[in-house]
């Protein structure tokens, strides 16, 4: 049911750009300059030809790190015309709560699972209310 209700609903419509850039080489300085200058607090990298989240919050890690490859979480990699659902289960599948939108091999965007679960309920809600209208 809920893949005929977001049928043609691409990852393309739900991601966010709402995140920097950072070499994987990048030094805990250089993370933080970017943070305090770019004002975005989720940092992307590529390490070892994947995508990866830079995780900031991990206090004992962070303890420890002297490059942004040091806090790199692998991240899976989606299609941006794959089905939000699809999406979706992929995220579930790969106990994932963030993945990097690619096109062309290239990053243009990151979904989390949250945010792909609230733009189905969205569209949902807003194709029930055209609905009533008629």
């Known amino acids: 049911m809920l893949k005929k209700n977001a049928r043609g609903i691409t990852v393309a419509a739900a991601i966010s ?3 920097a ?3 994987q080489n990048a030094s805990i300085q250089q993370i933080y300059s970017t ?3 770019k004002k ?3 940092l992307i990298t590529r390490a070892n030809g994947t995508y990866a989240f830079v995780n900031i919050l991990d206090r004992k890690r962070l303890s420890t790190a002297s490059t942004a490859a040091d806090l790199a979480i692998p991240l899976p990699s989606i299609p941006k015309n794959m089905n939000i659902v699809d999406a979706m289960s992929t ?3 790969k106990e994932a709560g963030l993945a990097a939108v690619v096109s062309n ?4 965007g990151v ?3 949250q945010h792909l679960e609230a733009f ?3 569209h949902i809600a807003q194709k029930a209310k055209q609905n009533k209208r008629k």
């Open 35 to 37: 943070i305090k200058k």
């Open 105 to 108: 091999n290239k990053l243009i």
């Open 120 to 122: 189905i309920a969205l």
């Open 21 to 23: 850039t950072i070499k």
């Open 111 to 113: 979904v989390t699972a």
């Open 91 to 93: 995220l579930e599948n």
């Open 17 to 19: 750009k709402d995140f």
């Open 40 to 42: 975005k607090h989720m």
